[in-house]
């Protein structure tokens, strides 16, 4: 169900992982991608259904949407 997965560096505290679907219509060639920001205390703070992702919203996971 997964094509691929890419890691972008966006900055010393920023990065995004984008997973890209394949296998079924619904999925194919659509991304979904979490994007994780590192606060000076070491925690990371992940965020998803970044402004681009092309993955249907009804497939993503709640917290996405």
């Keep these: 169900w997964v094509q691929g997965v890419a890691y972008t560096r966006n900055s010393a ?22 994007q994780g920001t590192l606060a000076g205390n ?5 965020d998803c259904g970044i402004a681009g992702d092309t993955i249907d919203t009804r497939f993503r996971p709640a917290s996405c949407r």
Excluded at 13 to 34: C, E, H, K, Q
Excluded at 42 to 46: E, K, R
């Design 13 to 34: 505290s920023v990065g995004t992982i984008t997973a890209t679907g394949a296998n079924d219509p619904r999925f194919v060639g659509r991304t979904l991608s979490m």
């Design 42 to 46: 070491g925690q990371v703070t992940w």
